[in-house]
């Protein structure tokens, strides 16, 4: 088997009096789609964070692309190629769309033309204020790399170039964060419940897009609360509860498992209120 692009062992993260992942282990190979599902609290943020480079672990390892990352910053992780969306998307609010996409492209730029950090901000502000034919053409190809990450999201995002951010819808708001991160050009992409607050319509269009990622190659680890969507899109699942990890396999064996089952179940009863994912389980063949 060739080596996993991603590969965690023993994670491990604490807070206080409670252990929001207990010793995590998961593996993702190139061009593979990973879902990690879970109640709510099960710690798949927290997993996300660490290997993200947004937390750090109080124990374990984290090897992205056959290094060793374990504690790295989310900066030196994106330069690697590692690109990750939030739960609670987040964008540049008074930039505009375009320029949200461009920001992340300027990443991958910076990977490509490693320097010394001041003169590197320096020849980038002569660059930027003499703009010599090559910085032009650079500029325009980038333009026309936006234009055609934004042509995924169908006519929701393209129609709204030059608008800032905050005008945007909650739903375009979480387009956009994805084709930041994907202006990446990233070699694995990780989506924190892309479509939470989604009515049913966005989440089909949400289906169809990471669906074509995963057609073009795109590796992806994705959260989501959505069963069906899960079902649909994942090449293999772990579920999560209380930290650890209750079952893993293919989407239907780990749907019918019956720790899943308990563990959706036995949250809905203690919430007093059926949440749509037990519905979703009941619901299933
Ligand atoms: N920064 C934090 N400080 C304290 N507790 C946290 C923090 N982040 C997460 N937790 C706790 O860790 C557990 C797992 O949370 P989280 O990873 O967000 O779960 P999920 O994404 O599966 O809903 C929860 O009990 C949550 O309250
Ligand atoms: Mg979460």
Do not use: W
Not at 92 to 119: E, Q, W, Y
Not at 166 to 175: F, G, H, I, P, Q
Request: aromatic share 4%; glycine share 10%.
């Amino acid at each position: 088997m060739t080596q996993p692009l991603l590969s965690v062992r023993g994670l491990q993260r604490r807070f206080g009096g409670i252990t929001a992942v207990k010793g995590a282990n998961l593996d993702l190979c190139e061009g593979e789609l990973l879902s990690v599902i879970g109640p709510n609290g099960a710690g798949k943020t927290t997993l996300f964070n660490l290997i993200s480079g947004h937390d750090r672990p109080d124990g374990g390892t984290v090897r992205f692309g056959g290094v060793e990352v374990t504690g790295s910053t989310p900066e030196r992780l994106a330069a690697l190629g590692l690109a990750r969306t939030f739960q609670h998307g987040r964008v540049f609010a008074n930039l505009t769309v375009r320029d949200n996409v461009l920001m992340g492209t300027h990443s991958r730029m910076k990977l490509a033309r490693p320097g010394p950090p001041l003169l590197g901000a320096l020849r980038e502000l002569f660059l930027a204020l003499i703009r010599p034919p090559g910085v032009r053409a650079e500029e325009q190809a980038l333009r026309r790399e936006v234009e055609d990450i934004l042509h995924l999201f169908g006519d929701r995002l393209i129609p709204r170039l030059d608008r800032p951010a905050y005008s945007l819808s909650y739903a375009n708001r979480r387009r956009l964060e994805i084709a930041r991160a994907l202006a990446l050009r990233p070699r694995l992409l990780m989506l924190d419940e892309p479509t939470a607050g989604m009515n049913e319509t966005e989440t089909a269009e949400m289906r169809t897009i990471i669906g074509q990622l995963k057609a073009r190659g795109q590796t992806i680890l994705l959260i989501e609360h959505k069963l069906d969507l899960v079902m649909q899109l994942s090449d293999r699942v772990i579920a999560m509860d209380d930290g650890a990890e209750i079952a893993a396999g293919t989407p239907a064996a780990v749907r019918h498992d019956p720790a899943v089952v308990e563990a959706y179940l036995g949250h809905r009863h203690m919430g007093g209120e059926q949440t749509p994912d037990a519905v979703a389980l009941e619901a299933s063949p």
